[in-house]
C-alpha cells in the first residue's frame, strides 16, 4: 500500500542535524543546524554491496533504489524483505531470486560528493533501446511546481549542505526526498517507486541540483520522461539526454528556464508576468547547487 501522500521533509526530526557553535565574521559567538552523515552498509541477500554516506532517513528506499538503479534489482524482482538494522548501520534487501555480483562489484564507500560508485558503466549499458514515454510538461506546471517546491520547509532552508528531490505529477510534488548527495536523494525516489509499483509515464522529477550524466542516467532508468531543475546543466547530461529522448529543463528561476533536449513535450501555457514575479519567486536558501 502507498503511504500517504505528499511525502515532505521532516527538518524538525533531531536525527538528521545536529546544533555546532562557533563564531561568525566579526569574531561574535554563533550557533547553526549542521546535516548529520552516517554510513549505510547496503546488503543484496548475503553480499554486501556498497556503503553510502546519507543523512539516515529512509534506509529501505535508499538501498532498494541504489540496487534498482545499478541494474542490481530486475523490474520483476519479488522482494521478501528489506531489515533494517539501527544499530550497525546495516540494510539488508532479501529476494525470492539467487543474486551473485562478485565479479563486478568491489567495496567503496560512496562520501558524500557526486561520485556514482563502482558500476556506472552498467548503468549507461542499461540505456540500450530504452524508450521513454510520450508526455506533456506545461510551464504553468513547473512555475507552481518550483515555488511549492522551494518554499516546503526543508534541511536545505533549515541547514544547507543538502539535496533534495522530488518525484512529481502533473502541478502536485508527490514525494520529496533529501540528503547530502543528489545520488542518495533519487535513489530513495527510486525505492520508493520499485517497492510501491508507482507509474514513472506521467512522472516529472525535480532535482535542486545539476543535471549531470548520473542525474540523466538515472531518471531515464526510472522511466521518468522528464527532469527539471533550479540548477544547469553538464554537456555530457546534455549528450545523453538528447541521445535517449529526456526532457532536460534547467535554470529555472521565477519564470525563467532552459531547455536543452525534449522540447516536443514541452507546452508554454503559462503567461510571463515579468521580471519582478521572477524574482519573488528566486529561492532564498542556505544550501548549495
Not at 536525527?15 to 552523515?37: N, S
Not at 507509474?199 to 532535482?207: E, G, M, N, S, V
Not at 542525474?215 to 546543466?233: C, D, N
Request: proline share 4%.
Amino acid at each position: 500500500m502507498i503511504p500517504d501522500l505528499p511525502i515532505l521533509p521532516h527538518p524538525a526530526d533531531p536525527r538528521l542535524t545536529r546544533r555546532v557553535t562557533g563564531t561568525d565574521q566579526t569574531g561574535a559567538p554563533t550557533e547553526i543546524a549542521v546535516v548529520e552523515e552516517r554510513p549505510l552498509t547496503i546488503f543484496l541477500n548475503s553480499q554486501e554491496i556498497v556503503t553510502a554516506m546519507t543523512i539516515g532517513d529512509y534506509p529501505d528506499y535508499l538501498a532498494l533504489g541504489f540496487l534498482r538503479n545499478q541494474g542490481m534489482l530486475k523490474a520483476d524482482d519479488v522482494v521478501t524483505g528489506v531489515d533494517y538494522d539501527e544499530e550497525i548501520e546495516t540494510v539488508v534487501v532479501r529476494t525470492e531470486r539467487a543474486t551473485s555480483y562478485e565479479e563486478k562489484v568491489k567495496k567503496k564507500t560512496r562520501t558524500s560528493g557526486c561520485a556514482v560508485g563502482t558500476v556506472f558503466g552498467d548503468m549507461m549499458e542499461g540505456l540500450e533501446g530504452l524508450v521513454l514515454p510520450e508526455a506533456e510538461v506545461r510551464t504553468s506546471w513547473l512555475y507552481k511546481l518550483a515555488r511549492e517546491i522551494n518554499t516546503t520547509p526543508s534541511l536545505y532552508l533549515e541547514a544547507g549542505a543538502i539535496h533534495g528531490t522530488v518525484l512529481c505529477q502533473g502541478d502536485r510534488p508527490l514525494v520529496y526526498m533529501e540528503d547530502v548527495g543528489r545520488h542518495n536523494a533519487v535513489d530513495k525516489i527510486a525505492g520508493f517507486m520499485f517497492r510501491h509499483a508507482v507509474p514513472a509515464d506521467d512522472k516529472i522529477l525535480y532535482t535542486t541540483g545539476r543535471l549531470t550524466s548520473e542525474m540523466v542516467i538515472k531518471t531515464a532508468q526510472m522511466g521518468i520522461p522528464v527532469l527539471a531543475s533550479r540548477s544547469g546543466f553538464t554537456a555530457w547530461g546534455v549528450e545523453i539526454a538528447r541521445q535517449i529522448g529526456l526532457t532536460l529543463i534547467g535554470r529555472m528561476r521565477g519564470q525563467r528556464f532552459v531547455c536543452l533536449s525534449g522540447e516536443d513535450r514541452l507546452i508554454r501555457d503559462a503567461a510571463l508576468t515579468g521580471e519582478d514575479e521572477d524574482r519573488k519567486h528566486r529561492r532564498k536558501g542556505a544550501g548549495d547547487d
